[in-house]
């Protein structure tokens, strides 16, 4: 079974840096499209950035660019999220989200937990 598990959340100071990774793990044939999404308090998910399956395009919600950077290492299957100058509004849960080639005939839409993100001082 696949799984997308998000880890390096936490509670940082206004102008902080967090670094958040998500990793696949399972019976993966390939990772196709992968984003970050967030969801705050009262708010609806929203997608913030998204990376293309060889990394070579990136598509920045305007509320993030310049301040946040998605990668992928494909021979890890995880995907990272720096995310620098924080702001107390950038607090939200944050979310991974992939879609997944689990056979040679399936591909699936997955998500993570979740990795909440606290940004205040």
């Known amino acids: 079974q696949v799984q997308l598990v998000e880890s390096g959340g936490g509670l940082v100071q206004p102008g902080g840096s967090l670094r958040l990774s998500c990793a696949a793990s399972?019976?993966?044939?390939?990772?196709?499209?992968m984003g970050w999404y967030r969801q705050a308090p009262g708010k609806q998910r929203e997608l913030i950035v998204s990376i293309s399956t060889t990394g070579s395009i990136t598509n920045y919600a305007d509320s993030v660019k310049g301040r946040f950077t998605i990668s992928r290492d494909n021979a890890k299957n995880t995907m990272y999220l720096q995310m620098n100058s924080l702001k107390p509004e950038d607090t939200a849960a944050y979310y991974c989200?992939?879609?997944?080639?689990?056979?040679?005939?399936?591909?699936?839409?997955?998500w993570g937990q979740g990795t909440q993100v606290t940004v205040s001082s």
């Open positions: 989200n992939a879609a997944i080639k689990i056979s040679s005939t399936t591909t699936r839409n997955y």
């Open positions: 399972g019976i993966i044939f390939s990772i196709y499209s």
